[in-house]
């Protein structure tokens, strides 16, 4: 089952514009990692965000976490053409050992118009 | 430095036959995944190895699939035999560490059309 709930599904905006996708889980989590694919490639790590953090940055990135409300948003400021792609938000768990995994979603489909 | 290496990136077989995929980790690299990636969704977990050792195979459907990493270093997955269903994106990955607080490095995957 993928814990991850990324919403919007798809997200379309003009270059310039900032883009905030946003992640849902259930459980609690060890850490929190977003991820980027393009079309027919791999996955892409972004960042990484721990369960004591609340707020991460990354050039144009910026990750906030909300453990209260099992919550996390990726904003990406001053979108380019080239950020068109899927975004992941991937879940860690806490218990360590054979069940640990990262937990992907859905993911979100971000088209930045030129 | 190589990233993670997969072959074949394109495999299209009839159901009833069999498949491999290869995948070679960052060297230096000890933890390997497997991941299948539906169109429009998530990857899931198939397997984790640490070094040799399958320490998470839980999500593998064991009656048709089957994974090795003999070495500790590449890595092969099969499907034996191949149906419809399985006609997805075969994902391969590594981390340095154990992988939840580790960066996963995601190969460019295989896709697997199954007619």
């Known amino acids: 089952s993928q814990q991850g709930e990324e919403d919007p599904q798809a997200l379309s905006i003009q270059e310039g514009e900032n883009a905030t996708m946003n992640c849902s889980y259930k459980?609690?989590?060890?850490?929190l990692q977003w991820y980027r694919q393009n079309s027919g490639r791999g996955l892409v790590h972004l960042i990484l965000?721990?369960?004591?953090?609340r707020e991460k940055h990354s050039g144009r990135l910026r990750v906030t976490l909300d453990t209260s409300k099992k919550s996390s948003s990726l904003l990406i400021t001053a979108s380019r053409a080239a950020d068109t792609a899927s975004y992941f938000c991937a879940t860690g768990g806490v218990y360590t050992g054979a069940n640990s995994k990262l937990t992907f979603g859905k993911g979100i489909t971000l088209s930045v118009r030129p | 430095e190589a990233g993670v290496v997969q072959s074949p990136r394109y495999k299209i077989i009839e159901k009833k036959q069999p498949v491999a995929f290869w995948c070679n980790p960052i060297s230096g690299h000890n933890t390997l995944y497997w991941y299948l990636q539906n169109l429009g969704q998530g990857p899931e977990l198939l397997i984790r190895y640490e070094n040799e050792e399958a320490v998470d195979d839980s999500q593998l459907p064991k009656d048709r699939f089957s994974a090795e990493r003999l070495k500790g270093v590449d890595s092969t997955l099969k499907i034996q035999p191949a149906e419809l269903g399985d006609s997805a994106v075969y994902l391969c990955a590594s981390s340095l560490g154990r992988g939840l607080s580790d960066e996963q490095y995601f190969g460019p995957g295989t896709r697997l059309t199954v007619t």
């Open positions: 459980t609690s989590i060890n850490n």
């Open positions: 965000i721990r369960s004591n953090e």
